[in-house]
């Protein structure tokens, strides 16, 4: 057992729990989501939860919707949500289009994608390769949309799909026009193929009417230094 762990093991004997303090990306993107007054995210790519446990963590207290379309994810999702009774959790993906697909199903679970992983990622991340497939649901947001949207609802759209990004805002058309806020995961190189790069996925989110407000640091080569992805912020 690591010395962390022990660690973390007697403080929960004695009542207490380690936490991860909020960086500084996480602080300003909890403070750009009370400046434009956002009462509800939607989590698209939840895997196990991780981003809407962290948005409890940073003192949201709105509705969360996540999506979620792995079966072995969804099921660690569940159990995650807990007694949450704001945060409810779907599994399916979103997309451009209502289908039945295949999905690349990775070793890590949180890379696995729609579409197919170039060598450079696997290169970067050898946890990150492909092992299995899976058959899923996709919807498109505009179509469950009226199930989620209340009058007065400030949205907040994280969107973490490996790649997928530009599909699922194209199934979102209609739906942006009530969203606030959006996060979306950006590639600065090719790491899955066909998927839109950071320039050309910045001059299509200005296009929807978005304006980027905050850069956060993502994925990068641990052996290089070089950063491969950044989580862009954008709000109306």
Not at 2 to 29: H, N
Not at 130 to 135: A, F, K, L
Request: charged content about 20%; hydrophobic content about 40%.
């Amino acid at each position: 057992m690591s010395v962390q762990k022990f660690i973390s093991k007697q403080l929960k004997k004695a009542g207490f729990e380690i936490k991860r303090f909020p960086t500084i990306d996480q602080r300003r993107r909890y403070a750009l989501w009370q400046h434009f007054g956002v009462n509800k995210i939607i989590d698209v790519g939840a895997s196990i939860g991780q981003y809407a446990l962290l948005c409890r963590r940073l003192g949201f207290k709105g509705k969360i919707i996540s999506f979620e379309p792995l079966s072995a994810s969804f099921a660690e999702l569940q159990k995650n949500k807990a007694s949450d009774t704001l945060w409810l959790i779907h599994n399916f993906a979103l997309g451009d289009e209502a289908t039945k697909t295949t999905i690349n199903v990775a070793q890590n679970a949180f890379s696995s994608s729609l579409l197919e992983m170039l060598p450079a990622h696997v290169h970067s991340a050898p946890e990150s390769q492909y092992v299995s497939q899976e058959t899923i649901t996709i919807k498109t947001l505009d179509s469950i949309f009226g199930t989620i949207y209340e009058p007065n609802d400030k949205i907040f759209l994280k969107i973490d799909t490996q790649g997928y990004e530009r599909n699922v805002l194209i199934g979102a058309a209609k739906s942006l026009e009530n969203i606030v806020g959006l996060q979306l995961e950006m590639s600065l190189m090719p790491l899955y193929a066909d998927e839109m790069l950071f320039d050309e996925m910045l001059h299509f989110v200005q296009t929807l009417g978005f304006k980027l407000f905050s850069l956060e640091n993502g994925f990068y080569d641990k052996k290089t230094g070089q950063l491969l992805q950044v989580d862009g912020v954008f709000f109306k």
